[in-house]
């Protein structure tokens, strides 16, 4: 594979597009931890000016305690270091020209020598022009972007693996086209993958909304995330995140060019596992809810098939991954598609996650608003489907609100804190079990033969460095010891 990866990234100038969020913070430490001669990190920000950006990236980026090591390494110099390795570029993913004013454009897609973007809104619940705009229009702008710097030796889009939630058995890293989306159309509406129609029915739908209400925000709000639901469903996604990131990935390759593009397609990314240090997280990712709310002893019971496999992937073997498909691929025109995943090589069974939170909590409970510690916390229970857990959720929550609902009318409102909190509790759970229900009874699992591939061609230096390989996941070490103590001590509130 030519030079190691750490000689790879000296002097390269790269574009970091989404460099203030989860993962891209820990893909940019990584460079600079291990490689200071890097040339320049541009990082697109959403600002009004050059001082506002520089303001965020410190805050967001530079103060993050992620970069802990390199404050250490640097001293006194750590903020001028940083200064003059990351650069804020004013813009925006949704903008032509990633929102760049043209002097600034001109000027940095002449230097540019890899464009990464992990910008995205990952939302479930999200609006749907907002989810379009960013997650598929986003990854166009950045394509072209990328065709218009000369220099350019790679291109890394960063999807999700869950693009293929429609589907069952083994999922290759291949591709999406128009014939393997899971449409339950049958062929009476326009292609999932005519984004432009999509774009137009947003236009009219937001030209109704405000004709009809004028001033009413939360209606249009509101009606935009019933939009999205209801075009992911029609074509067979569960939510508007995984359905305008398939979008994405069509647009990205029929968009690239002769321009070397890598998908990467992660699970769901959770943290770190070693690098810089074990635990670091930012923000709750897709099982941390379950977590959370199971620690706080709102959740012991939840649907989940008897075999249920969670694919999830700690962050920094994620980073690992991209910066070593950048290397292979650099200068290679083509499109490369790889699954930063676990499902097939290390599978983490729903019961595994389950018995290492008891285990944790039980000896680490969480404390409620009044600082008293919650000990009973109970071993959690599976059911088996949703009508069971419909059912369990009726006898137990939905029965006695109605009955406690009229015992407060009756008692003129003693009971309406408790009620108040049941129904929170209830309509909480709910909403966990309708978010998860296309993943918890999910029935694909993603082939990784080409991550496992680039894993074995690294130098042995380089797999000590980059380290991406899954089977040494530890799954009960990794959730005990790491990933939710560092989730209570970074999220947890």
């Known amino acids: 594979m030519g030079v190691d990866m750490v000689e790879f990234l000296k002097d390269k100038d790269i574009l970091v597009v989404g460099g203030t969020g989860f993962l891209g913070k820990v893909f940019i430490e990584k460079i600079l931890r291990v490689q200071g001669d890097v040339g320049h990190i541009f990082t697109l920000v959403r600002a ?27 001293r006194d110099g750590y903020s ?74 790679i291109l890394c889009h960063v999807s999700t693996a869950y693009v293929n939630v ?14 393997e989306a899971p449409s339950k159309t049958g062929g009476t509406m326009p292609s999932p993958w005519d984004v432009e129609c999509e774009r137009e029915l947003i236009r009219k739908t937001l030209e109704e909304i405000r004709t009809l209400n004028s001033t009413q925000d939360k209606i249009e709000k509101r009606q935009m995330k019933e939009l999205a639901e209801q075009r992911a469903r029609e074509f067979g996604w569960p939510n508007a995140y995984v359905f305008t990131k398939a979008m994405a990935e069509v647009m990205v390759d029929h968009l690239r060019g002769d321009i070397p593009v890598v998908i990467v397609r992660p699970s769901i990314i959770e943290s770190t596992l070693s ?10 990712r897709m099982v941390d809810p379950l977590f959370i709310a199971y620690g706080k002893g709102q959740l012991s019971r939840f649907p989940a098939a008897p075999n249920l496999i969670v694919d999830m992937i ?97 008692l003129c409102g003693f009971k309406r804190k408790q009620y108040n909190r049941l129904l929170r509790t209830y309509n909480f759970v709910m909403k966990l ?31 000590e460095k980059f380290k991406f390989d899954v089977k040494c996941i530890e799954w009960t070490d990794y959730l005990y010891h790491v990933h939710i103590p560092g989730l209570m001590k970074h999220v947890s509130s």
């Open 48 to 74: 009004i000016d050059l001082q506002s950006a520089q303001a965020k990236l410190e805050k967001e980026v530079f103060c993050s305690d992620l970069f802990e090591s390199l404050r250490e390494r640097y």
């Open 433 to 463: 079990a309708q978010l998860y229900e296309p993943f918890i009874f999910f029935e694909g699992r993603f082939d990784n033969a080409n991550t496992r591939r680039l894993w074995e061609e690294l130098s042995k230096e380089d797999a």
């Open 80 to 153: 001028r270091f940083m200064e003059q390795k990351v650069i804020p570029v004013v813009g925006d993913v949704i903008s032509d020209d990633l929102g760049m004013q043209e002097k600034t454009r001109e000027e940095l897609s002449k230097r540019v020598d890899i464009i990464v973007n992990t910008a995205a809104t990952t939302s479930f619940y999200e609006r749907y022009d907002v989810a379009l705009n960013v997650n598929t229009m986003g990854a166009a702008n950045v394509v072209r972007f990328g065709k218009s710097c000369p220099k350019l030796q």
């Open 314 to 410: 700690p962050v920094d073997m994620v980073a690992n991954g991209m910066i070593s498909c950048l290397r292979r691929h650099a200068s290679n025109p083509g499109l490369y598609i790889y699954h930063l995943t676990t499902s097939v090589q290390n599978p983490l069974l729903y019961f595994t996650g389950i018995k290492a939170a008891y285990e944790y909590f039980k000896l680490n409970p969480c404390k409620d608003k009044k600082g008293q510690k919650i000990i009973n916390i109970k071993k959690a229970k599976a059911l088996h489907n949703m009508e069971i857990f419909r059912r369990y959720m009726t006898l137990h929550y939905k029965i006695p609100l109605q009955i406690l609902h009229v015992v407060d009318l009756l």
């Open 166 to 179: 429609g589907r069952s058995g083994i999922i290759r890293e291949e591709a999406l086209t128009s014939a």
């Open 275 to 284: 690098e810089p240090f074990p635990g670091w997280i930012e923000g709750q």
